[in-house]
């Protein structure tokens, strides 16, 4: 590829520079970002307005479980990265293996986050019974769904694992999204005062 | 190089649970003798890390380290403005209440 | 290459069909947010007394503009057909354009003709009970936001004709934000529930973040069509690259996989 125009992908030599994935992946990084900030400015925005009754709802909530929930996520992130790794170098079994451990972690992440809805239910806390837990129950929902996706997400990188590491870059890319947007949320649900 | 690679992201690994873990102290912190008190400060560093930790998932996990120009500032762009836009929403909130 | 389409013989249904899909939702903005004032939603807490004066403050508009949908409406079956035509065109089974036909299709009744009918009906006698009118206020709103499990799936069966598809009719990142638009049509399901607040129809985030999406995506896929008609060469194989330089640099890269 000659570069009379600004290419997006640049292959000359080994080491240089390329977009992880499909750079079309990334846009989808970029929009669903935004919508993502949108909600979370909505759910500030009407924290400010009720601070006691979402401070007391929040109460609720046990932040060691939050933290727990991150560290599983990053910990699935980190074997992501090293699948790709893997990959590129055409370790295919070791990348296999990374593949297995992410979609591992984020079975956990998914089973951490329904005995905790589980144990806020029994306590009374429900989607209609706050307006904080509404938007607990809405942001941790919402991003189980991608969490859910994530999974399909995992079944393609390894179905075309050794055929295109372009595909595996662009699942990997996702799986991402999926731990940064929990990354923000935490914090939101969990630590904002 | 590829032990060197691979040692790179258990230490970005590492960062990022420390920052987690961190986050038990603020809350702890944020906690007035216990009760909880809204606090700009703790928001404030709550979502400030947090788009500490997203840009590093970013640039070292997502590989934008190694991607074009293009990428990286866009990818710097989404940063900030998810930082301002919680922020100035969260401020422009509590001088509204 | 830009050519004088439309007096290119093969291709002047497809750009009929084309300026229809434009016309009918330059139509739909005009007569639900200028005429009707049926969007942005009436809200979901209003007591029936309230409801009557809503509805007294937009009789005419009601009428009169849901009289022209009732006229004009079928034209969205020409924005239907285009989508469905640029399924076919993929390298995909024909499955799925006739499944995303049917579903929008069938869709199509109670996420845009309900309302319609149920403002008209409302606005038609103001002098029926307060009890009455809430009811078809309600049915109205709940139909239009709450139906929209079906466009969901509509949008992920697009989503993954797109994404499996070697003909290069859309690009990725347009299969990429069907999934976005997909999700989005998600968060709408709450509104069956909440009166009030973000989740309810009228919401920040059930309808305000939704219709940016959904306006957005709209835009996106207009402007897609318009690119697949002037590429289409009426074969089977991939169509001819995009003209955007950004893409031209990718789809080398595609095309060897």
């Known amino acids: 590829m000659t570069t009379t125009q600004e290419p997006l992908v640049v292959v000359k030599e080994q080491g240089t520079k390329h977009v992880p994935g499909q750079p079309d992946m990334w846009v989808f990084v970029f929009f669903e970002s935004l919508v993502f900030t949108a909600y979370f400015c909505v759910y500030l925005y009407s924290r400010t307005q009720h601070e006691r009754a979402f401070l007391h709802g929040q109460s609720q909530l046990l932040a060691w479980l939050g933290v727990l929930d991150t560290v599983v996520l990053l910990t699935s992130s980190w074997s992501m990265a090293r699948c790709v790794q893997h990959a590129r170098a055409g370790r295919y079994a070791p990348a296999r293996r990374d593949a297995f451990l992410t979609a591992g972690l984020g079975f956990v992440f998914l089973v951490l986050k329904i005995v905790e809805w589980a144990r806020l239910i029994h306590l009374g806390h429900t989607f209609t019974s706050s307006e904080f837990f509404q938007y607990y129950f809405f942001l941790t929902a919402i991003h189980c769904v991608h969490l859910l996706i994530g999974f399909v997400v995992l079944g393609v990188l390894v179905w075309k694992l050794s055929d295109s590491q372009e595909i595996v870059e662009t699942c990997a890319t996702y799986w991402h999204t999926v731990d940064f947007f929990w990354v923000l949320i935490f914090a939101l649900l969990y630590v904002v005062r | 190089m590829e032990t060197r690679v691979n040692m790179r992201l258990f230490v970005v690994w590492l960062i990022l649970v420390a920052i987690t873990v961190a986050y038990l102290g603020i809350d702890r912190a944020a906690n007035d003798h216990g009760v909880a008190t809204a606090s700009t400060a703790v928001t404030v560093a709550a979502i400030c890390l947090a788009l500490i930790k997203v840009r590093i998932i970013m640039r070292e996990f997502m590989e934008v380290r190694g991607a074009p120009q293009a990428l990286c500032r866009l990818t710097d762009f989404c940063v900030v403005l998810m930082g301002v836009a919680m922020l100035g929403v969260y401020l422009a909130g509590r001088a509204v209440a | ?257």
């Open chain 3, 1 to 257: 290459m830009m050519r004088p389409a439309i007096l290119d013989d093969p291709k002047r249904e497809l750009w009929l069909a084309w300026y229809a899909t434009v016309g009918f939702y330059s139509l739909y903005t005009v007569v639900f947010f200028i005429i009707t004032r049926t969007q942005p939603p009436g809200k979901p807490w209003y007591d029936p007394s309230q409801v009557v004066g809503w509805f007294a403050g937009r009789h005419d508009g009601l009428l009169i503009g849901f009289a022209l949908i009732f006229v004009l409406g079928g034209l969205s079956a020409t924005s239907l057909a285009l989508i469905t035509y640029s399924i076919r065109r993929m390298s995909v089974s024909r499955a799925f354009a006739y499944s995303y036909l049917i579903l929008y299709a069938v869709a199509a009744v109670p996420g845009f003709l309900f309302i319609c009918i149920a403002m008209t009906v409302g606005a038609m006698r103001p002098e029926r009970s307060p009890a009455l009118l809430q009811w078809l206020y309600d049915l109205g709103f709940l139909s239009f936001s709450g139906t929209m499990g079906v466009f969901l799936i509509g949008s992920l069966i697009w989503m993954t004709a797109i994404l499996l598809d070697k003909n290069r009719v859309f690009p990725k990142w347009f299969g990429y934000l069907n999934l976005c638009n997909a999700l989005t049509e998600v968060v709408v399901a709450p509104s069956w529930i909440f009166h009030e607040g973000a989740l309810a129809w009228n919401g920040a985030i059930a309808w305000w973040i939704n219709v940016v999406v959904f306006g957005l995506y709209t835009g996106a896929f207009i402007y897609l069509l318009r690119s697949m008609i002037l590429r289409e060469d009426f074969g089977t194989g991939p169509l001819p690259g995009l003209d955007s330089k950004v893409w031209r640099t990718i789809v080398p890269a595609e095309a060897t996989v």
